[in-house]
């Protein structure tokens, strides 16, 4: 089993920053792809961004694409999401997740991963 705890999150205004950090617990002995999700109030679970075991490929969604980076930590199964120019529309409470392989084919699909954190809360006001 693994914990995922994340933090980062808060109140910040549209065109500021905030960096999430995600760190995992527990059988990490094995290094997992790792992707962030939001949740909107009333909305499914969203896609933003995720990165393969080695950090060498990402992929994002089209609409954080040039404004959020996701990235690995040096300690193992740590991932950090970097977001710029925040917008009123990015607020959400955020989620790390973890699975065990990075393909592109179903990497946006939040069904695909094993272990979820409890997620932060990011709120961009005007």
């Known amino acids: 089993q693994v914990q995922l705890v994340e933090s980062g999150g808060g109140l910040v205004q549209a065109g500021g920053s905030l960096r999430l950090s995600c760190a995992a617990s527990?059988?990490?002995?094995?290094?997992?792809?790792m992707g962030w999700f939001r949740q909107a109030p009333g909305k499914d679970h969203e896609f933003v961004a995720a990165i393969s075991g080695s950090g060498g490929t990402t992929t994002y969604a089209d609409s954080v694409k040039g404004r959020f980076t996701i990235s690995r930590g040096n300690a193992k199964n740590t991932v950090y999401l970097q977001m710029n120019s925040l917008k009123l529309e990015d607020t959400a409470l955020y989620y790390c997740?973890?699975?065990?392989?990075?393909?592109?084919?179903?990497?946006?699909?939040?069904?695909?991963?094993?272990?979820w954190g409890q997620g932060t809360q990011v709120t961009v006001s005007s």
């Open positions: 527990g059988r990490t002995s094995i290094t997992y792809a």
């Open positions: 997740a973890a699975r065990r392989l990075f393909t592109m084919l179903t990497i946006k699909n939040p069904t695909s991963y094993d272990f």
